[in-house]
Nanobody, 122 residues
Framework: QVQLVESGGGLVQAGGSLRLSCAASGRTFSNDRMGWFRQAPGKEREFVAAISWGGINTYYADSVKGRFTISRDNTKNMVYLQMNSLKPEDTAVYYC???????????????WGQGTQVTVSS
């Protein structure tokens, strides 16, 4: 079965950086787009970033563009999210996501990890 395990969250001051990691297992993900989402308290889960199977194409929410970078290592079945210039509004639980199959919509995913908490203090 598909399993996604996030790590790397924590408490950081505004302006700081964190790097999230996602370990994917259960099948080969090298042919799949992978993504990151987040959910802040009292809000719906929202798209953060996605990366194509080869890492050539990346997609970002406007709120994180220029500050966050998604990357992947297909040899290790890992996906990363480098977060720089963090803001208090980035505080949320961050989730790694994988699709069941190819979708043209890069926001569409079927599998989710349990999440890692990111807290940015002002």
């Amino acid at each position: 079965q598909v399993q996604l395990v996030e790590s790397g969250g924590g408490l950081v001051q505004a302006g700081g950086s964190l790097r999230l990691s996602c370990a994917a297992s259960g099948r080969t993900f090298s042919n799949d787009r992978m993504g990151w989402f987040r959910q802040a308290p009292g809000k719906e889960r929202e798209f953060v970033a996605a990366i194509s199977w080869g890492g050539i194409n990346t997609y970002y929410a406007d709120s994180v563009k220029g500050r966050f970078t998604i990357s992947r290592d297909n040899t290790k079945n890992m996906v990363y999210l480098q977060m720089n210039s963090l803001k208090p509004e980035d505080t949320a639980v961050y989730y790694c996501a994988a699709p069941e199959k190819f979708y043209s919509d890069y926001h569409r995913f079927d599998y989710w990890g349990q999440g890692t908490q990111v807290t940015v203090s002002s």
